[in-house]
C-alpha cells in the first residue's frame, strides 16, 4: 500500500488541507513495538529461548554483548514516528509499549497523562515538553490516549508484556467516549487487565477497539499456564460481549489478537506442517495437568483459541479485512522464527463496513519492523461517499461490460446469419447451373 504520492507526499491521507475535521479515522497503523517505547529490559538471547523450559530472564546491562545498545532503539522508534508523520495515519495503535504508571496511592495505572520520555510518566516529573510527541514532532498532529500497565507488576513474566497507546490524528474529531478494561466487566484491581484494551466511540457511532490479547500458551510453571489460560479466556469473551453490543453500529477491532485463524495465518517450514508446532510444543512439555485438551498446545494454534476467535467473530458480524481482500495470500504479521511465522495482528471490521463497500486497502509490511518481532500493518476505509461513488462506478462499468456482451451476441449472431445467406446463395448457384446443363 502507498500512502502518499507524488507532490502531496508529505500531506499523505490529508492530499488537501481539510475545511472540517473528520468524524472518524479512515486509515489506520498497528505495531506490536515490543516494548520499543522503554527499550527491552531482557536479553533478547533469553527472551527468545522457547525451547528451555528452564529458562530465566536475563535483564539487560550495559555489558550485554549479545544485545544492542540503548542507542540503538532510540533511533529505531525515531524512524517509526518518521513513519507516522509521513503518512499522516488517523489512528496509529501502538501494543507492548511496556510503558507503566500508577496513580498516588500506587494501585492503579494513570490513563489520563502524557507519555513522558521515562519511567513512571509526567506525574513522576516529567514535563509536558519532554513527552514521546513533543520530542518526535508529532505533538502538533497527534492527541495520545493511554492504557498502561501497572508498575508493581512490570517484571513479572505473566504481565510484564502490555500496555497500550494510541495515537488520534488532529484532522479526526475528538473520540466522545473511551472505555478500558474495566468498562467492560473486568475486574477493576487485576493489574493482569491493564494496559491491554482501548475503546474509542467517535461521532456517527463508529467504535474502533484496540486490544491486545494475552500469550497463553504453555509455561514451565503449572500453576502459571492455568492463571494464564484463564486470564485469555476472560478477556475474550469479555470482548465478544462487547463486539455483539455493536453488531448493528460499524466498528474497527484491531490488535495483537496472539491467534492464528486458519492454515495460510502461519508456517513452520514446509506446507502440511503448519500446525506441527502446536503439537511438537505439546509433547515437549508436560501438558496433562490442564484439564481441556484442547487449551494443550503453543498459544495462537490451540483448538480452543480458534474456536473462541471464529465464535466472536461470527456472533459480531465482523468480517477479517486482510483475508477479505487477499483470500489466498500467505503473508505474516510475525515474520520471525519464534515461535514460528505467523499472522496475529488483525483488522475485523463489521459486516456494515463491507457491505457499504468502505473497505478499500489492507496491507502488511513485513519490510517494516523497526527491531520489533512483528510488523507494521495497515488499513484504509472509504468515506461513505467514496464509498457511493466507486460503488456506481463498478455498476457502471458492470452494464457497460454487459452492453459489450450483449452486442457481441448480437454480432455473433448477424455474422452467423450472414454466412449461412452467402452459404445458400452459393448452393442455389451451383443448383442453377446444373440445371442449365441438363
Known amino acids: 500500500m502507498s500512502f502518499n504520492s507524488g507532490k502531496n507526499k508529505n500531506k499523505g491521507f490529508a492530499n488537501a488541507k481539510l475545511q472540517r475535521k473528520l468524524p472518524q479515522p479512515r486509515t489506520f497503523f498497528q505495531l ?50 518518521e513513519y507516522v508523520r509521513e503518512n499522516q495515519f488517523h489512528l496509529c495503535y501502538f501494543s507492548e509499549t511496556w510503558v507503566y504508571g500508577e496513580d498516588a496511592k500506587g494501585t492503579q495505572p494513570v490513563t489520563e497523562h502524557p507519555l513522558s520520555c521515562g519511567p513512571g510518566g509526567a506525574q513522576n516529573g516529567g514535563r509536558e515538553e519532554e513527552t514521546w510527541l513533543h520530542k518526535y514532532g508529532l505533538s502538533e498532529t497527534y492527541r495520545a490516549y493511554f492504557s498502561l500497565q501497572h508498575r508493581n507488576y512490570f517484571g513479572s513474566r505473566d504481565t510484564a508484556w502490555a500496555g497500550n497507546v494510541v495515537f488520534v490524528h488532529k484532522d479526526v474529531q475528538p473520540p466522545v467516549k473511551i472505555l478500558r478494561h474495566a468498562d467492560i466487566s473486568l475486574t477493576q484491581g487485576n493489574a493482569q ?38 486470564l485469555r479466556k476472560t478477556l475474550d469473551l469479555a470482548v465478544r460481549e462487547r463486539l455483539v453490543q455493536l453488531r448493528e453500529k460499524e466498528f474497527v477491532w484491531m490488535g495483537d489478537l496472539n491467534v492464528s485463524p486458519g492454515p495460510l495465518d502461519h508456517f513452520l517450514g514446509e506446507p502440511g506442517r503448519e500446525d506441527e508446532y502446536a503439537m511438537s510444543m505439546q509433547e515437549k512439555q508436560d501438558g496433562t495437568h490442564i484439564e481441556d485438551i484442547d487449551d494443550r498446545g503453543e498459544c495462537g494454534y490451540t483448538p480452543n483459541l480458534k474456536k473462541r476467535f471464529h465464535e466472536t467473530v461470527r456472533l459480531a458480524d465482523g468480517v477479517d479485512a486482510f483475508r477479505h481482500l487477499s483470500p ?44 520489533s518481532d512483528h510488523c507494521v500493518v495497515t488499513m484504509k476505509l472509504r468515506s461513505a461517499s467514496e464509498a457511493a461513488t466507486n ?5 457502471k462499468v458492470f452494464e457497460e461490460n454487459d452492453d459489450d456482451s450483449k452486442n457481441s451476441k448480437n454480432m455473433s449472431m448477424l455474422e452467423q446469419l450472414r454466412a449461412t445467406s452467402i452459404d445458400m446463395q452459393q448452393l442455389r448457384a451451383k443448383r442453377l447451373k446444373r440445371f442449365a446443363n441438363q
Not at 519464534?338 to 473497505?359: C, F, M, Q
Open 193 to 230: 487487565y491493564q494496559g491491554r484494551y482501548l475503546e474509542f466511540e467517535f461521532p456517527d457511532g463508529f467504535h474502533v477497539l484496540t486490544t491486545y490479547m494475552p500469550f497463553s500458551g504453555f509455561n514451565d510453571n503449572r500453576s502459571r499456564t492455568k492463571k494464564k489460560i484463564a
Open 328 to 371: 489466498y495470500t500467505r503473508i505474516y504479521t510475525q515474520p520471525h522464527p519464534a515461535p514460528g511465522i505467523t499472522r496475529w495482528d488483525h483488522y475485523i471490521v463489521s459486516k456494515k463496513i463491507i457491505e457499504e463497500n468502505r473497505l478499500e486497502e489492507c496491507e502488511i509490511y513485513p519490510d517494516k519492523c523497526f527491531s
Open 32 to 81: 506490536n513495538c515490543n516494548g520499543l517505547f522503554e527499550h527491552p529490559r531482557f536479553c533478547r538471547n533469553s527472551r527468545y529461548d522457547f525451547t528451555n523450559p528452564n529458562q530465566t530472564m536475563t535483564r539487560r546491562s550495559g555489558e550485554c554483548e549479545c544485545c544492542p545498545p540503548d542507542s540503538y532503539y532510540e533511533a529505531e522508534l525515531k524512524k517509526v514516528f
Open 391 to 395: 460503488s456506481s462506478k463498478k455498476k
